[in-house]
């Protein structure tokens, strides 16, 4: 069973930063994808940022100078460091990944609230 298990979250005042951690049960490489979508009250879940099994990274415009992703590959960890937070940030962030087969499996960890309030 794959799992991912996400932390890091918190609340933060405007322009300061978090570090999400995503531990995966599986080595990272395992994952067509993997990466971090948010999901605030209200809307519908987005793309934060992805790593794709090539290396390339995709981020959302509205996060590209302000997020970065980046992996350890000897703790199966996925990480998104969030700098210049904004209130708009505020969301519930979920880790998810894609597992290739027969076909495509999705996984998801329960999600880390994230807020940005003075």
């Known amino acids: 069973q794959v799992q991912l298990v996400e932390s890091g979250g918190g609340l933060v005042q405007p322009g300061g930063s978090l570090r999400l951690s995503c531990v995966a049960s599986v080595i990272i490489d395992t994952f067509n994808d993997v990466g971090w979508y948010r999901q605030a009250a209200g809307k519908e879940r987005e793309l934060v940022a992805r790593l794709w099994n090539t290396g390339t990274m995709n981020y959302a415009d509205y996060v590209k100078g302000r997020f970065t992703l980046s992996r350890e590959n000897t703790k199966n960890t996925v990480f998104l460091q969030m700098n210049d937070l904004k209130p708009d940030d505020t969301a519930v962030y979920y880790c998810?990944?894609?597992?290739?087969?027969?076909?495509?499996?999705?996984?998801w960890g329960q999600g880390t609230q994230v807020t940005v309030s003075s």
């Open positions: 998810g990944g894609t597992i290739m087969s027969s076909k495509a499996y999705d996984y």
